[in-house]
C-alpha cells in the first residue's frame, strides 16, 4: 500500500500511549522545489515538516501550527506552517556555501517560536525557547520536556526524495497516580522498542510494517491514514491585505516609479502584480472580486 503523504494515528489498545506515523513524499518535492536549496537545507526544511505534522496532529487548534527556528547561523531560518487538514508550506533562509552537517552549527545560536494560530487574532499562542539539541526532533522533545508532563519521543529521517517520522507519546490517565511506577515501566519499554527503529525502515516500510516490526507483542489500534499536502494559503485578497498595511502613500509611490507594484509569496513563489487601477481599489472599502494569480 502507498502511504506516501498520509498521516497515521494509533493508539495501544492497553496502554495509555498514543502515536502517529507520517510519510512525505509529494509535500516534500513540491516545498523543496520552490527555491534551489543546498540538500543540508532541504533535509532540515523535511525534517521540520515531519516534526510540524506529528505535532500538529496532537494539539488542538483551528488554524494552523507554525513552527520556527532562528540563529545566527549559516541558515538563519527555517519555517513549517501545518494546518487542522495537513496543509503543509515551508521555507528556508540561508547564505554562503554550506558546509556544515549538524543542526546547532547550521542554526548558530538561536531560537525555537512556536506559533499556535486558532483562527482568530485573540488567544494566538506563541512559545518561545532556546534552540537545545542536535536535531528538529531533539529541539522539539526539548521544548515539550519543559513546557508540558506529556511525555514524548520522537524519531525523524529524512533522505533527498522522502522524510518520515514516528511520534508516541504517554496519555495522561487519571490512574496515572497510582499505577505510576508500572505506568513508567510501560512508557519505557514501549519507547525503547521504539527507538530500535532504524531510518531506512522508517523510511521505506509500510506503516503497518513499522508497527508490527517495532510492537509485535501489544495490540495497536491503526486509524485510517489522513492525507498530508503542500498548499499555500496565500491569495490575491491576503496579498490586498499587505498592500494596504503598507498604506496608501507608500504604494502610490512605488507606483510613480513602475507600472505595477509585484509581490512574491516566498512559500510558493506565485507572484501578485497590482497596477494604479488595483492599487486604488485596495484603499476603496469594496474590494472587486477575486481573481486568479498569475505565475512567472
Ligand atoms: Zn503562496
Same mark, same amino acid.
Given at each position: 500500500m502507498d502511504d506516501h503523504d498520509t498521516l497515521n494515528r494509533f493508539e495501544f489498545e492497553h496502554l495509555p500511549i498514543r502515536g502517529e506515523i507520517v510519510k512525505l513524499e509529494a509535500s516534500l518535492r513540491e516545498i523543496s522545489s520552490r527555491h534551489e536549496y543546498p540538500p543540508v537545507v532541504q533535509n532540515l526544511l523535511g525534517e521540520l515538516m515531519v516534526a510540524t505534522s506529528l505535532l500538529s496532529a496532537t494539539i488542538k487548534f483551528e488554524e494552523s501550527l507554525i513552527i520556527q527556528l532562528q540563529g *545566527? /547561523?549559516?541558515? =538563519?531560518m527555517v519555517v513549517v506552517e501545518c494546518t487542522r487538514q495537513f496543509a503543509l508550506r515551508g521555507l528556508a533562509h540561508w547564505s554562503g *556555501?554550506? #558546509?556544515?552537517?549538524?543542526l546547532p552549527e547550521l542554526i548558530g545560536e538561536g531560537r525555537l517560536v512556536i506559533t499556535v494560530d486558532p /483562527? =482568530?487574532? #485573540? +488567544?494566538?499562542y506563541q512559545g518561545i525557547a532556546q534552540l537545545e539539541g542536535d536535531s528538529i526532533a531533539e529541539v522539539i522533545e526539548n521544548y515539550l520536556a519543559r513546557s508540558e508532563q506529556l511525555r514524548t519521543h520522537l524519531w525523524i529521517a529524512v533522505n533527498n526524495l522522502t522524510a518520515a517520522g514516528m511520534l508516541l507519546q504517554k496519555i495522561p490517565d487519571e490512574n496515572d497516580i497510582e499505577f505510576e511506577d508500572e505506568i513508567d515501566d510501560t512508557w519505557e519499554r514501549v519507547e525503547i522498542l521504539g527507538t530500535t527503529i532504524k531510518n531506512d525502515e522508517l523510511l521505506e516500510l509500510p506503516v503497518k510494517k513499522i508497527l508490527r516490526r517495532l510492537f509485535h507483542q501489544d495490540d495497536i489500534r491503526l486509524y485510517e491514514p489522513e492525507p498530508v499536502s503542500f498548499r499555500c494559503s496565500c491569495s490575491r485578497d491576503r496579498v490586498r491585505e499587505v498592500l494596504r498595511a503598507l498604506g496608501h502613500k507608500e504604494v502610490s509611490s512605488i507606483l510613480s516609479e513602475r507600472e505595477t507594484v509585484g509581490v512574491n509569496?516566498?512559500?510558493? +513563489?506565485l507572484h501578485y502584480e497590482f497596477d494604479r487601477v488595483d492599487a486604488e481599489q485596495i484603499f476603496t472599502s469594496d474590494f472587486p472580486p477575486d481573481v486568479p494569480a498569475t505565475r512567472h
Amino acid at each position: 500500500m502507498d502511504d506516501h503523504d498520509t498521516l497515521n494515528r494509533f493508539e495501544f489498545e492497553h496502554l495509555p500511549i498514543r502515536g502517529e506515523i507520517v510519510k512525505l513524499e509529494a509535500s516534500l518535492r513540491e516545498i523543496s522545489s520552490r527555491h534551489e536549496y543546498p540538500p543540508v537545507v532541504q533535509n532540515l526544511l523535511g525534517e521540520l515538516m515531519v516534526a510540524t505534522s506529528l505535532l500538529s496532529a496532537t494539539i488542538k487548534f483551528e488554524e494552523s501550527l507554525i513552527i520556527q527556528l532562528q540563529g *545566527d /547561523g549559516p541558515v =538563519s531560518m527555517v519555517v513549517v506552517e501545518c494546518t487542522r487538514q495537513f496543509a503543509l508550506r515551508g521555507l528556508a533562509h540561508w547564505s554562503g *556555501d554550506i #558546509t556544515q552537517k549538524k543542526l546547532p552549527e547550521l542554526i548558530g545560536e538561536g531560537r525555537l517560536v512556536i506559533t499556535v494560530d486558532p /483562527g =482568530s487574532k #485573540t +488567544n494566538r499562542y506563541q512559545g518561545i525557547a532556546q534552540l537545545e539539541g542536535d536535531s528538529i526532533a531533539e529541539v522539539i522533545e526539548n521544548y515539550l520536556a519543559r513546557s508540558e508532563q506529556l511525555r514524548t519521543h520522537l524519531w525523524i529521517a529524512v533522505n533527498n526524495l522522502t522524510a518520515a517520522g514516528m511520534l508516541l507519546q504517554k496519555i495522561p490517565d487519571e490512574n496515572d497516580i497510582e499505577f505510576e511506577d508500572e505506568i513508567d515501566d510501560t512508557w519505557e519499554r514501549v519507547e525503547i522498542l521504539g527507538t530500535t527503529i532504524k531510518n531506512d525502515e522508517l523510511l521505506e516500510l509500510p506503516v503497518k510494517k513499522i508497527l508490527r516490526r517495532l510492537f509485535h507483542q501489544d495490540d495497536i489500534r491503526l486509524y485510517e491514514p489522513e492525507p498530508v499536502s503542500f498548499r499555500c494559503s496565500c491569495s490575491r485578497d491576503r496579498v490586498r491585505e499587505v498592500l494596504r498595511a503598507l498604506g496608501h502613500k507608500e504604494v502610490s509611490s512605488i507606483l510613480s516609479e513602475r507600472e505595477t507594484v509585484g509581490v512574491n509569496c516566498e512559500f510558493c +513563489n506565485l507572484h501578485y502584480e497590482f497596477d494604479r487601477v488595483d492599487a486604488e481599489q485596495i484603499f476603496t472599502s469594496d474590494f472587486p472580486p477575486d481573481v486568479p494569480a498569475t505565475r512567472h
